[in-house]
């Protein structure tokens, strides 16, 4: 069988390399490779070098999957089409059973393997129903399911409705959602599937294309593409499997994603693209099902968009259906009330007066990390502002310590609750008194969560502005973007902090065996998972070759009591060498040591993002973590990171890989590779150390 690829990318240039890696490996030979790609950049030549056994055709797109494809399916010249998204991992055998059972079965046009994803560190196809609850609510309501029904229960209620999906098989509900509960180790056939791992025949997609008019990220695409198709079956090969990764890169937030796939299910059935049994009451009857679920289970980000989207589809105001109508392509329906946007897509409402606002309370409520990153921005920002002007900051209890020993606000409030959101609530509502007499002019909203907003709003101030929590841009960057929409002045990253408080730095250093003329070089192996811990033993080579290099050097540990077993094994190793402080130290502490260090090698921590928004030569090591949003900033760092694996980013605590596999994005980093860019960041010390904005870091 000749098959032509079509792979749809859009800013995933190393998904995308891994993708072709796999491709280039596989047991089936393929014709040809059609990328088409949306990237703000154009995939470098060099990249695409290594490919060149797959015949690649490289197009440019604008940004729109279904368009994407569309033209990746008309310039094909096989007639046959194996649609790939760009975040799939493929084993070498996945084609080849495909074409084998295309072989064994000639009446199929469409064939997919099945496509995994994780779900609570497990790779996982479908999603059994196993509550006799879930399922009478699923049958109520005409709701999708997407795995074998399992329930045990003897109830009549729930018998009698098992009984009925058995005999129904996979079929579309009246509600227009899928119900696939028939699950063949041999195969089996079913109205919807996702065609992003799928073989296709090119005549069956040129009749039945991808529907322009939906999102540029196609949500409810694939329903559109298989109700077209001649006998409105899909064959699912359960023997061949692909990896979908889900790539955060461009994804949509949850809720967004479900408000569209809702309004592209309308947008079929009054287009009559759906089964004949599907229709828009029954649609609504189900949305409205969904709105009682996601309340029942707690989940209200989603009842405003499933609220609305019953509204939609009661009154037939789908955007879908009027952009048809005008002949438009890639609507982006959203769920989220209209509000003024500044810089980069924040939302915010700008400062408007010519005088400059009186008091501005700045929020940040996350993690040790999260609340440091704020911290040259918000410097920079107060120095810009008239001496008249006071800033505020509002954060958490179990982080405030460092804002509290910098010297630029005038306040900082902490809130107790630990990470309990009611609890928070509940502390945050005896706080506000104290928030109200300040009226304040301005709100700079760093959290952009569910409490932050509920304290805006409450606070009502003339100007405000929201942390954008989804783009792909750095924490730092995010954090400057969000400053700036005020529209007070442009933000710039100050560093050199000058700490409050008499704490002496270089007494417990020295009490603690530092001989004042060595270097100090900071340690800190205290990723918070297993995938995110580089091995100890290259953290032992790392030393022994600086050792070599520079014979006056100490190295110092900081950090909590969770890193003392890595203390233990470090200081058998380096005796007098290591000044170890775990657990000795407030953060406040940490930050003024960190001060007198010349080099901090560190694993995804807060005290990484101390060192960097100091200024100091910062080298990361980033295992499952997302380094797009975690990467130190400014010409005085660098980081490994995981992006260039297929199975990178994953931000899974625990790797479900094994063998060899297993933890692969850290231990396949070594100390010389580490050493050589610390050597390098050393050489740069005299240069200057953040520009303004911080441009990127280097990815090693």
């Known amino acids: 069988m000749q098959l032509s690829v079509v792979i749809p990318t859009c800013n995933r240039h190393s998904r995308l390399v891994a993708l072709l890696t796999g491709l280039l490996h596989s047991e089936h030979p393929i014709h040809e490779v059609i990328i088409v790609d949306a990237s703000d950049m154009p995939l470098p030549p060099e990249n695409l070098a290594a490919f060149h056994a797959l015949n690649i055709l490289y197009l440019r797109s604008e940004p729109s999957v279904c368009i994407q494809r569309n033209m990746g399916i008309h310039a094909a010249a096989s007639p046959w089409v194996f649609l790939c998204d760009d975040d799939i991992e493929m084993p070498a055998d996945y084609l080849i059973k495909l074409v084998g059972y295309a072989a064994a079965h000639p009446e199929a046009g469409a064939i997919s393997g099945t496509v995994l994803q994780v779900e609570k560190e497990r790779w996982v196809g479908t999603y059994p129903i196993r509550s006799g609850k879930e399922l009478v609510l699923k049958s109520l309501f005409g709701l999708s399911i997407w795995g074998r029904i399992e329930c045990s229960s003897n109830n009549r209620l729930v018998q009698r409705i098992k009984t009925r999906y058995q005999r129904r098989g996979n079929h579309i509900a009246k509600s227009g959602w899928p119900v696939l509960t028939h699950f063949s180790t041999t ?51 359960p023997e ?101 946007k500044a810089h980069e897509g924040i939302m915010a409402h700008p400062w408007k007066s010519e005088t400059a606002p009186k008091r501005i309370l700045a929020i940040r409520l996350q993690a040790m990390g999260d609340v440091v990153i704020t911290l040259p921005y918000l410097q920079g920002f107060r120095q810009s502002l008239p001496e008249g002007t006071q800033l505020d900051f509002l954060t958490r209890v179990e982080v405030a310590d460092i804002p509290r020993h910098v010297d630029f606000f005038r306040k900082v409030y902490a809130l107790a609750g630990g990470r309990s959101f009611k609890r928070q609530a509940l502390f945050a509502l005896l706080m506000l008194p104290k928030l109200w007499l300040r009226r304040y002019d301005a709100v700079i909203d760093l959290q952009n969560n569910r409490l932050s907003r509920f304290l805006r709003k409450l606070l009502a101030p003339k100007a405000w502005t929201s942390f954008d929590r989804f783009s792909p841009a750095p924490a730092g960057e995010r954090t400057r973007a969000a400053i700036d929409a005020l529209a007070l002045h442009p933000s710039k990253a100050v560093t050199r902090f000058t700490l409050k408080g008499d704490f002496d730095p270089h007494a417990l250093l020295k009490a603690n065996g530092w001989d004042e003329s060595s270097m100090l070089f900071v340690l800190n192996p205290a990723g918070a998972f297993e995938n995110r811990n580089w091995p100890m033993e290259e953290y032992v080579a790392f030393v022994q070759r600086c050792l070599a290099q520079f014979p006056k050097v100490q190295f110092v540990l900081l950090g909590l009591e969770k890193i003392a077993p890595a203390a233990a094994y470090l200081k058998a190793s380096l005796g007098d060498r290591l ?36 200024g100091i030569p910062t080298l990361a090591l980033f295992g499952a973590s997302r380094s797009i949003w975690s990467q130190p900033l400014g010409t005085h760092t660098a980081f490994f990171d995981s992006s260039d694996l297929s199975c990178g980013n994953c931000l899974l605590p625990a790797c479900p890989y094994t063998g060899n596999r297993k933890n692969y994005c850290m231990t396949r980093i070594r100390a010389e590779a580490v050493f050589q860019q610390a050597i390098a960041l050393m050489q740069r010390k005299d240069q200057e150390r953040l520009s303004e904005p911080y441009p990127k870091s280097r990815r090693t």
């Open 240 to 340: 061949a499997y692909v990896y979908h990764h889900q790539e955060a890169q461009g994804r949509l937030e949850k809720e967004l994603s479900y408000y569209r796939r809702a309004l592209a299910l309308d947008y079929f059935i009054r287009t009559g693209r759906s089964a004949a049994s599907a229709n828009r009451l029954w649609l609504f009857w189900s949305l409205w099902g969904n709105f009682f679920v996601f309340f029942l289970k707690g989940q209200h980000t989603f009842l405003r968009p499933a609220l609305l989207a019953c509204w939609k589809v009661l009154t037939g105001s789908n955007p879908y259906l009027k952009a048809a109508r005008h002949g438009l392509k890639k609507v982006q329906p959203d769920f989220r009330r209209k509000t003024q």
């Open 187 to 237: 195969g089996f056939i079913t109205p919807v599937y996702g065609l992003g791992a799928s073989i296709i025949r090119r005549e069956w997609l040129l009749a039945s294309a991808f529907d322009e008019v939906l999102d540029p990220h196609g949500i409810g695409d694939n329903y559109g593409v298989a109700m077209g198709f001649p006998d409105r079956a899909i064959h699912v090969f």
């Open 579 to 614: 000044i170890n402080l775990v657990s000795q130290t407030k953060p406040s502490e940490a930050f003024a040591i960190l001060q007198c260090c010349a080099l901090v090698l560190s694993e995804d921590s807060g005290l990484m993002h101390m060192a960097w928004v100091s």
